[in-house]
């Protein structure tokens, strides 16, 4: 195992190494440049459209919030809680700045595939929409790049079924309910050769079957529990980190200062500061991305179903999803857990980095402060897996020309790596996570770059139509 572990290291570091940074960083930069800083500048008009929640168009099976929500109940999963953790606990506290650079120029990234979701967006013979990087690049660069699009759905379905979508989610919540209710493992169970705690079994199994109810309902049950379940996790941690923060609020500053020293390798031992910069990039982002999801092409399947005509107006709903995800949660949870000391504590790992955080810091006993991470984390990640169910799914209907039946074996296939996901170790389901998101994001953005003049005149065309 641990061979296999070293290998996959080894991959995860060629597809996260220097080049794919950079790639990510700078379409995020050129894009930004091209529609003039759009994501700053009508920041306020993206929160008025969000406040709305209209219904503008003739197309579409959910609203434009429901699309958002649909967006950010995949987004908002254990990035947010293990993912920071992971990441501080690997390049040091300067991985929460490249996050918050990656998700800056992540905003007009979103924007950008979004948009572009709804302008080449089509319609299924059934009616259902049907829309993504897929078809951008099938419909907008043309049918002699459909293999580049056929190479995005792939490595979609792979981002779904071994990354994003089951065993980093279903992972981080057995571990998350193990550790609140048998966290020295005392009550054990044998399960092919191997020991695992009776709460992690049981837990895996309600997530699993629970998950399934939901994801045999389809896209509109998908929406319908995300609209609910999305905004109460939001604020109830959202709230907790919050209450951390104020009762450590002398430590802000300091742990202000930690992050930038340690993002620029100004904390580093003498000759290592290149080094440190490199790993806190390479984390911060491969990281930052991994919770946003800016660039990889997912949130655009499900802005597809919105019901709105005008592909701008959607873009800026949705570009909201990265700054809600990392510029706000991600921020809230990698400074709680620096203001609290809890990523120089020796042993921990993942999620229990973040439990630390939230028992020492929270002004509630410490078996509190566990119950209300594990019950955001359980939140968090149970709507991610219905979130990625309905990304890989589309993905698996473009590849096989909308042959449904394959698409439903699917959601049985999903349902078994969801069993499956509890009993693999942390650092091998987060490495896999990363390749394949790293993988799916190579074609999203090669498209990306490629429409950029149709995202500037559909901007200016939606712009242009507010002033008249």
């Avoid at 309910?177 to 705690?197: E, M, Q, R």
């Amino acid at each position: 195992m641990e061979a296999f572990t070293d290998f996959l290291v080894t991959i995860d570091d060629f597809v996260w190494g220097v080049p794919l940074i950079v790639i990510i960083l700078v379409t995020g930069l050129f894009l930004t440049i091209r529609i003039k800083g759009l994501q700053f500048t009508k920041l306020v008009l993206a929160i008025k459209h969000i406040a709305a929640n209209d219904s503008d168009g003739d197309h579409g099976e959910v609203s434009s919030f429901g699309a958002l929500c649909t967006a950010l109940s995949a987004t908002i999963g254990t990035g947010n809680i293990v993912g920071v953790a992971t990441a501080i606990a690997a390049g040091g506290p300067g991985a929460m700045f490249w996050m918050w650079i990656a998700a800056l120029v992540g905003t007009a990234t979103k924007y950008a595939e979004c948009l572009l979701a709804v302008k080449f967006r089509t319609v299924a013979s059934d009616g259902h929409i049907l829309g993504g990087p897929f078809f951008y690049i099938e419909n907008g660069m043309g049918k002699g790049w459909k293999w580049l699009a056929k190479l995005f759905a792939f490595f979609g379905v792979g981002v779904g079924l071994f990354g994003i979508g089951t065993f980093t989610q279903i992972n981080g919540i057995t571990s998350a309910i193990k550790n609140f209710f048998d966290p020295d493992s005392a009550n054990t169970v044998s399960l092919l050769g191997n020991d695992y705690s009776i709460a992690v079994v049981i837990g895996g199994l309600l997530v699993a079957v629970i998950a399934a109810l939901v994801i045999i309902g389809g896209l509109q049950r998908i929406s319908y529990v995300a609209q609910i379940i999305v905004p109460f996790m939001a604020v109830l941690y959202v709230v907790s980190a919050v209450l951390i923060l104020i009762c450590n609020a002398g430590k802000i500053p300091a742990a202000l200062q930690e992050i930038i020293e340690s993002a620029f390798g100004l904390r580093a031992a003498a000759g290592g500061a290149l080094g440190a910069i490199i790993l806190a990039m390479q984390k911060g982002i491969a990281r930052g991305i991994f919770s946003n999801e800016a660039g990889l092409g997912s949130a655009p399947i499900a802005a597809a179903a919105a019901k709105v005509d005008i592909p701008a107006k959607q873009g800026l709903v949705s570009m909201m999803g990265t700054i809600i995800d990392t510029i706000v949660i991600c921020s809230l949870t990698g400074l709680s857990i620096v203001v609290t000391g809890a990523h120089n504590v020796d042993g921990l790992e993942g999620v229990e980095i973040t439990n630390y955080a939230f028992a020492e810091g929270l002004p509630l006993p410490a078996m509190a402060g566990s119950f209300i991470l594990m019950l955001c984390l359980v939140f968090f990640a149970f709507t991610t897996i219905l979130g990625w169910d309905y990304y890989s799914e589309r993905c698996i209907e473009y590849l096989t020309g909308g042959k449904m039946g394959i698409v439903k074996g699917y959601r049985w296939l999903y349902i078994v790596a969801l069993l499956i996901g509890p009993y693999m170790t942390v650092s091998a389901v987060w490495t896999i996570a990363d390749i394949f998101n790293g993988l799916m994001a190579l074609p999203n953005l090669i498209a990306l770059i490629a429409l950029s003049g149709v995202v500037v005149a559909e901007s200016k065309s939606y712009l242009d139509s507010l002033k008249k």
